[in-house]
């Protein structure tokens, strides 16, 4: 039985019947509509915590969505199981697969920007400026796009970037300077 289905979060309950209903009355194939449920499953897992669970669903939703945009919503909420767990090199890399597919995603970028920016503090304090710099301003670079893609959104990030001095794209030039001490990330 499908968790959506023996769960009695009120929350989920309330999206899983509309979403029922639309999936019935949608032309969907058989595939699709799996692929939807387990989707829906590794969300109710997620939302409640479920670590372990949700990605199973996720990769079970993944082997039959056919669908790139369906399957950036796919990844970028494993990439979010991964943040979540600490798991940041892990977390980048379905970040990158889910903006390959729709690059239209800013919390995508969002969250990069702020796993960059965790990384850049944990290079203070290993008394490494020089790579705490690279990583601020690859956060910076990943907030500037979130930014240009939800103008009203991410308010910290816009304050964080003018008070730094990283609002501009100024700071690109010297990014590819630091980028070749830090790699790809």
């Known amino acids: 039985m499908p968790r959506s289905q023996r769960n009695d979060n009120f929350i989920d309950k309330t999206f899983t019947i509309p979403a029922d209903i639309l999936t019935r009355l949608l032309p969907t194939t058989k595939r699709e509509r799996e692929a939807f449920?387990?989707?829906r499953?590794?969300?109710s897992a997620q939302s409640e915590g479920e670590y372990a669970e949700a990605p199973q669903s996720y990769y079970k939703a993944m082997r039959l969505e056919i669908d790139s945009y369906d399957r950036s919503y796919i990844l970028y909420n494993i990439g979010l199981i991964h943040t979540s767990n600490g798991k940041h090199v892990e977390a980048l890399e379905y970040y990158f697969q889910a903006l390959e597919r729709n690059s239209f995603l800013p919390q995508a970028?969002?969250?990069m920007a702020v796993i960059c920016h965790h990384r850049g503090e944990r290079a203070i304090q290993r008394g490494d400026l020089e790579i705490s710099e690279a990583w601020f301003d690859q956060a910076a670079d990943y907030w500037r796009r979130a930014i240009?893609?939800?103008p009203?959104?991410?308010a910290e990030a816009q304050n964080r970037l003018?008070?730094?001095g990283r609002s501009s794209s100024s700071h690109r030039r010297k990014r590819k300077k630091w980028t070749n001490k830090i790699g790809k990330v």
Do not use: E, Q, R, W
């Open 37 to 39: 449920i387990y989707y």
């Open 162 to 164: 003018k008070v730094t």
């Open 109 to 111: 970028f969002n969250n």
């Open 148 to 150: 240009a893609l939800s």
């Open 41 to 43: 499953d590794g969300m």
């Open 152 to 154: 009203d959104n991410y």
